[in-house]
Nanobody
Framework: QVHLVESGGGSVQAGGSLRLSCAAS????????MAWFRQAPGKEREGVVA???????SYGESMKARFTISKDSVSNILYLQMNNVKPEDTAMYYC?????????????????????????WGQGTQVTVSS
């Protein structure tokens, strides 16, 4: 059974940095696809960034400049480094993973709609950015 547990959220001032973590258990596939999504109050969920086992990344619109995704394969922890955060980054951040992912020439590990569904989700970690 796959469990994703996010941590690292909190309150930060605009311009600061934050690193979110997602500990994955039961998800040790050779081929994998994991991502970060976020949802602000009253808004739809949006994709932040995804990464697959080949290191290919897919960023949501306007996310690439300040967010960086990485994964420690030894500890099986997914990270999201957030730099120069802004009040509009305030949201619940979720970690997600795809089951039965198969890399192909066309990048399908993506957060850009339309993208394949993600099968496993964490409970989220809140990020609040004050101006």
């Amino acid at each position: 059974q796959v469990h994703l547990v996010e941590s690292g959220g909190g309150s930060v001032q605009a311009g600061g940095s934050l690193r979110l973590s997602c500990a994955a258990s039961g998800y040790d596939n050779k081929n994998w696809c994991m991502a970060w999504f976020r949802q602000a109050p009253g808004k739809e969920r949006e994709g932040v960034v995804a990464i697959d086992n080949e290191g290919r990344t897919s960023y949501g619109e306007s996310m690439k400049a300040r967010f960086t995704i990485s994964k420690d394969s030894v500890s099986n922890i997914l990270y999201l480094q957030m730099n120069n955060v802004k009040p509009e980054d305030t949201a619940m951040y979720y970690c997600a993973a795809r089951a039965n992912y198969q890399p192909s020439w066309r990048l399908t590990c993506s957060v850009v709609p339309p993208h394949p569904d993600f099968d496993f989700w964490g409970q989220g970690t809140q990020v609040t950015v004050s101006s």
